[in-house]
């Protein structure tokens, strides 16, 4: 069930160059949400109907913080907001990752790249089993100190400036991180690794592919993703980012 809300703004930051974060006040929004999940933040500028997928990065009672990149009009809108205005949101949206599964007790890996590393952290405080955290960055890094309270963090920069030079795997790779489940939010090109590496090592792997997202209300189909459910005539079903997902078992979908 999701809630739309004229939420209150109760905290901004900015964490890094054009990465943003604001904490609201919800009335029901914060209580129903699970990590993973996502809401909609509309502008208050009417010619932009649409509005902006951004993912839930932290979840305290009934207080919900989201940290976003600023890519258009919209998030640069945001991003000027002050505490006790106010911005209409729609959430809890989207399928998030189940913290109670069986699964979710084995020992885990949790990777974040780039702005798919906001919505890990809610992950990893939830999480109640060994955690080895890896996050990737281009450079700069955001984040990266608040996920040290819920587990042994690795860092990749792609241009070495911190950690290990390369992408989250090379990380995996130099310090032989183990695990039994994935879980991972990042760009395309990462999570293909990653889901590669899962099945090649046999590991249980869950995926958010929100960087897919348009409307965040399943109505533009913008987000739709070809899925193995395959019917009894042989057609292949997509499955709506936006509802469905954005997590997935990776071995559900082809990306
Ligand atoms: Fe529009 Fe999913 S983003 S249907």
Not at 230 to 255: L, M, Q, T
Request: aromatic share 8%.
């Amino acid at each position: 069930m999701s809630f739309r809300e004229n939420a209150k703004i109760i905290k901004t930051g900015c964490l890094g160059i054009g990465v943003y974060e604001i904490w609201f006040e919800t009335s029901d929004i914060a209580k129903a949400a699970k990590p993973g999940q996502f809401i909609s933040v509309y502008s208050a500028d009417g010619s932009r109907l649409l509005p902006r997928p951004i993912s839930i990065c932290a979840i305290v009672d009934n207080k919900l913080r989201i940290v976003y990149r600023t890519v258009g009009a919209g998030t640069k809108e945001f991003s000027s907001m002050k505490e006790g205005e106010s911005l209409s949101i729609q959430g809890p949206l989207g399928n998030g990752y189940d913290v109670n599964a069986t699964y979710a007790s084995k020992d885990a890996i949790i990777f974040g790249g780039g702005i798919g590393i906001p919505p890990m952290l809610e992950l990893a405080k939830q999480l109640n089993c060994k955690k080895q955290i890896v996050l990737g960055y281009k450079d700069e890094l955001f984040l990266n100190e608040e996920f040290e309270k819920y587990g042994t963090v690795t860092i990749a920069t792609e241009d070495g400036s911190c950690g290990t030079k390369g992408n989250v795997l090379d990380a995996v790779k130099a310090h032989n991180i183990k695990g039994d489940v994935i879980y991972a939010c990042g760009p395309m090109p990462m999570l293909r690794a990653i889901k590669a590496y899962a099945l090649e090592n046999n590991i249980e792997c869950y995926i958010s592919l929100e960087e897919k997202m348009a409307c965040g209300i399943g109505a533009c189909l913008a987000c739709v993703c070809k899925s193995k459910d395959i019917d009894d005539h042989s057609k292949v079903h997509n499955k709506r980012v936006c509802k469905e997902g954005p997590v997935f078992n990776a071995k559900e979908v082809e990306i």
